[in-house]
C-alpha cells in the first residue's frame, strides 16, 4: 500500500518562499512519476509540475515555470516543491501525487495515490 504525505505548507507573504516535501512509502515509488497539483474551493484540481522516474524529465504548468521547481530523491522516497515568488494567486491546497506510468502526465485521472493535501496561504 502507498501513503503520501505532505509537509511544508503555510502562510507566506506575497513574494517570498516555500518549500513543500512528500513523502512516500511503498516499494514502487522510484519507478513511476510523481506530481504535484493545486486545488481551490469550486475549481478543478490543477497540474503544477510533474517529475519522470528517474528525476531526468520534469514538466510545468505555465503559470509556475521560473517559479516552481520540482526534485526528488529516489533514495529517500521523497518529492520536493520549491516555490519562489509566490503570489496571492497560489493560495490554494497543495497535493502530491503518484502516477500510474514512469512518465508525466498532466491529467489528475493518471494518478492513482494521493496526499491528503497541505495548505498554502499567499498574504498581501
Known amino acids: 500500500q502507498v501513503q503520501l504525505v505532505e509537509s511544508g505548507g503555510g502562510l507566506v507573504q506575497a513574494g517570498g518562499s516555500l518549500a513543500l516535501s512528500c513523502a512516500a512509502s511503498g516499494r514502487i515509488f522510484s519507478s513511476r512519476a510523481m506530481a504535484w497539483f493545486r486545488q481551490v474551493p469550486g475549481k478543478e484540481r490543477e497540474f503544477l509540475a510533474g517529475?519522470?522516474?528517474?528525476?531526468?524529465?520534469?514538466y510545468y504548468v505555465d503559470s509556475v515555470k521560473g517559479r516552481f521547481t520540482i526534485s526528488r530523491d529516489n533514495t529517500k522516497n521523497t518529492v520536493l516543491l520549491q516555490m519562489n515568488s509566490l503570489k496571492l494567486e497560489d493560495t490554494a491546497v497543495y497535493s502530491c501525487?503518484?502516477?500510474?506510468?514512469?512518465?508525466?502526465?498532466?491529467?489528475?485521472?493518471?494518478?492513482?495515490?494521493w496526499g491528503p493535501g497541505t495548505q498554502v496561504i499567499v498574504s498581501s
Open positions: 501525487a503518484q502516477g500510474r506510468n514512469s512518465y508525466v502526465t498532466y491529467s489528475q485521472h493518471d494518478y492513482d495515490y
Open positions: 517529475v519522470n522516474w528517474s528525476g531526468g524529465s520534469f
